[in-house]
């Protein structure tokens, strides 16, 4: 072994940490790769760097990216926690037409409702004479609000019977009359009978000659409505009739009259057992009708006929609906004329017993005709507690009842939002039987002039306006 010369110092090198020579190496590395931004050495695409032909073929380190399944749970957390189309409120400057009639309505809001209790007879007459000759309740240089509400408060009704409730007819809740005798009372039931003629015909008349937009005929088992031509989508007079029964449907048919029936045409309706004995004659007066028919020369193969299981299932499922919103049917054009004559001679619509006994039906309508009575609706205000936060919180209320028109809805609405401060609520309740008349959806195709009315109809529980704009549910 050489021993080194004495005298003669060996160089050493200094110890240096890896780290730090790797962080050198990786800074002089990313010096020396050109840059993907300038484009002056290569051009980037994807994760590699195509340069020059005298650069060469260089590779980048991919960029770090979220894990993908990670990122689409994030994407469908987002998507489910975020308000589907049907919670988001519909909002609109005016509330949508309801042709559903109104027992009561309850406006709610933080604003007073005291101005109602400021209001004199001269506001009151004011604002009867204003309904009467259809002018505006107030001038323009005068701000009383007052008359501008009783005006949202009258209607038109026959017959007047201060003794009987004729809106809703509700039986379970009333007495017979104070004098025993009236159902027997011919002359009574006569003189009621023919002012009640007398009056259907008039409102009828100004229907048709378009001085009326509507109006009811509410009878103890059925209700019918009157559409003058060019209310909702309809370009001719229409009527609808609801809750039908097969026998009605029979006798509208026996008198020519062509009505729709909305339940017909409804091919997911749900099938209806057939009763086998039902079925047997079914088939029995098939084939006799089938024998007759080749007894006469006509051969039964040669046009086309339907099943009778068929024909008996379509029938059930008519008979199954009767009483229901479902069993509604929809008369217009020249039928209704033949409808109106229907009504006008049909006894069946005048109970016989009970407290309606020869009472005729309740006629509304918003404008006046002949032999009507002009009546303004109650109403109360107070103060009630809402519960629905978290605090109960004392609520200033309006209440409205008695025969509530669709224009009755509106006008309060309208009127609440000057009172209110565009900042009201109100909760209605609406008669079941007439809310059909918002459902109906006609059998026609949507090409047909004749487009069903409740395609913009809606049955309104709850309305609430908020800075002037309402939503409803």
């Not at 204003?130 to 323009?140: C, L, M, S, W």
């Not at 809703?168 to 025993?180: I, Q």
């Not at 060019?230 to 509208?252: E, I, Y």
Request: with cysteine.
């Amino acid at each position: 072994m050489v021993e080194p010369a004495q005298g003669i110092d060996v160089p050493c090198r200094q110890w240096r940490n890896p780290k730090s020579v790797l962080l050198k190496k990786k800074k002089a590395l990313q010096n020396h790769c050109p840059s993907p931004m300038t484009g002056e050495s290569g051009i980037l695409i994807g994760s590699q760097v195509f340069g020059s032909p005298l650069g060469g073929l260089k590779r980048r380190s991919p960029p770090v990216t979220p894990n993908k399944p990670v990122k689409r749970a994030r994407e469908l957390a987002d998507i489910t926690n975020a308000p589907s189309l049907e919670q988001v409120p519909r909002l609109s400057t005016d509330i949508p037409t309801d042709l559903s009639l109104k027992s009561k309505v309850r406006f709610t809001s933080q604003a007073s409702f005291s101005w109602i209790s400021s209001m004199g007879t001269k506001d009151e007459a004011a604002g009867v004479a204003a309904y009467v000759k259809g002018t505006p309740a107030v001038d323009e240089a005068d701000n009383g609000i007052q008359a501008a509400f009783q005006k949202s408060l009258m209607v038109w009704m026959h017959p007047n019977l201060p003794f009987v409730q004729l809106y809703p007819r509700v039986e379970s809740k009333l007495t017979a009359p104070s004098w025993p005798g009236f159902a027997q009372c011919k002359e009574v039931i006569d003189s009621l009978r023919t002012q009640w003629c007398n009056s259907f015909r008039s409102v009828f008349q100004q229907l048709r000659a378009g001085h009326c937009p509507y109006f009811y005929v509410c009878a103890n088992n059925v209700t019918a409505l009157f559409l003058s031509a060019g209310s909702g989508k309809d370009s001719k007079v229409v009527a609808f009739l609801t809750p039908t029964t097969s026998g009605l449907r029979q006798a509208l048919t026996k008198e020519g009259i062509e009505f729709s029936f909305s339940a017909a045409s409804n091919s997911n309706h749900a099938q209806v057992p057939v009763v086998p004995g039902d079925s047997d004659e079914a088939l029995e007066d098939e084939s006799a009708a089938n024998s007759w028919l080749n007894s006469m020369g006509l051969l039964t193969n040669s046009a086309p006929a339907k099943d009778p299981k068929t024909i008996i299932i379509q029938q059930s499922r008519k008979n199954k609906i009767d009483g229901q919103a479902e069993s509604i049917v929809k008369v217009e054009g020249p039928h209704v004329q033949g409808l109106f004559n229907y009504l006008l001679n049909c006894k069946v619509l005048v109970s016989t017993t009970g407290v309606y006994a020869g009472i005729p039906p309740t006629l509304l309508a918003p404008n006046a005709f002949d032999g009507a009575t002009l009546q303004s609706l109650k109403y109360k205000h107070g103060t009630v507690q809402d519960h629905s936060g978290e605090k109960s919180v004392q609520m200033q209320c309006l209440d409205v009842s008695g025969p509530i028109l669709p224009q009755n809805v509106q006008a309060l609405c309208a009127l609440l939002q000057r009172s209110q401060g565009n900042e009201f609520k109100a909760n209605v309740s609406c008669v079941e039987s007439s809310t059909a008349f918002n459902n109906y959806h006609s059998s026609e195709p949507s090409s047909s002039p004749s487009v069903s009315v409740a395609t913009d109809l809606v049955t309104c529980r709850e309305i609430v306006c908020h800075n002037g704009l309402y939503h409803w549910s």
